[in-house]
């Protein structure tokens, strides 16, 4: 998460590596992953804005979580 202040339905969050690089490997697995921030606001890149509103179940957002956990974890090990 990129703020403290409180949010409501979107979040900020920083990444690890480029925007389109994870929203394509979520987008291969079916998942819209979120809003790539760098070319509106380039001081926060790399980051997401993601959004979950009522149109999303619970078992939609674990499996964002299960999918996106597992692309960074990919990615570590890669690098390590």
Known sequence: ??????????????LDRAAPELLAALASQGIL???DL?????????ALLVCATEARTAGDIQRYLQVASSLFYESSQAAG
């Open 33 to 35: 992953g979120g809003y």
């Open 1 to 14: 998460q990129a703020f403290d202040a409180p949010y409501f339905h979107e979040a900020v969050l920083h």
């Open 38 to 46: 760098s070319a509106d606001y380039p001081e926060l890149d790399p």
